[in-house]
């Protein structure tokens, strides 16, 4: 089966850090293009990284420079190194594969069931 | 970087058809995917490109697009289909690898 389990989320001080984490089975992580895309209470769905089958990185601007998306193809796991927290990243982190369908289309087709990240003292 | 609109909230009477849309530059270059979420659980892709649906999508859910809009059709729509639906496509103001939601709209089905 085909699944995304995230963890490592909890309550974490304003400028703590805190690593998630999003383990792949029924494929490979390194093969795909994956995302985080996170969710603050009551709010829309915002993008927050991606990490491409070839190793390049890219970060929403609301987290660059203290957030690093990384992977560990021996463990088939995504993570999300968080740094510098701030109130504002309080949200529901969740892990997405991004599926190439051709022809430029490509969207979100599998999801994680997230884990909460509270910044708060 | 691109941003993508959707009104807030649309009702539709048990069975009857509605329309969900989005609008935003970046979809005159790339096509919209829609994702339905319910209370407490994850996003689940429900189109995709031109009109596409994944396996296990009941077909009253649909997709076009033209212009700069994309629009979720659901024909038929069912109590279980009340949920929020969010767009996105790729960013196309020239950032690399961004992504771009809209804000969301809430499906009441009364």
């Known amino acids: 089966e085909v699944q995304l389990v995230e963890t490592g989320g909890g309550l974490i001080q304003p400028g703590g850090s805190l690593r998630l984490s999003c383990a792949a089975s029924?494929?490979?992580?390194?093969?795909?293009?994956m995302s985080w895309v996170r969710q603050a209470p009551g709010k829309g769905l915002e993008w927050v990284s991606v990490i491409y089958s070839g190793g390049s990185t890219y970060y929403a601007d609301s987290v660059k420079g203290r957030f690093t998306i990384s992977r560990d193809n021996s463990k088939n796991t995504l993570y999300l190194q968080m740094n510098s927290l701030r109130a504002e990243d309080t949200a529901v982190y969740y892990c997405?594969?991004?599926?190439?369908?051709?022809?430029?289309?490509?969207?979100?087709?599998?999801w994680g069931q997230g884990t909460m990240v509270t910044v708060s003292s | 970087s691109s941003e993508l609109t959707q009104d807030p909230a649309v009702s539709v009477a048990l069975g009857q058809t509605v329309r969900i849309t989005c609008q935003g530059d970046?979809?005159?270059?790339?096509?919209a995917s829609w994702y339905q979420q319910k209370p407490g659980q994850a996003p689940v892709l429900v189109i995709y490109?031109?009109?596409n649906r994944p396996s296990g999508i009941p077909d009253r859910f649909s997709g076009s697009s033209s212009g700069n809009t994309a629009s979720l059709t659901i024909t038929g729509a069912q109590a279980e289909d009340e949920a929020d639906y969010y767009c996105n496509s790729r960013d196309s103001s020239g950032n690399h690898g961004y992504w771009v939601f809209g804000g969301g709209t809430k499906l009441t089905v009364l």
């Open positions: 029924g494929f490979t992580v390194s093969s795909n293009y």
């Open positions: 490109g031109k009109n």
């Open positions: 970046s979809l005159r270059s790339y096509y």
């Open positions: 997405a594969r991004e599926r190439d369908y051709g022809d430029y289309i490509d969207a979100f087709d599998i």
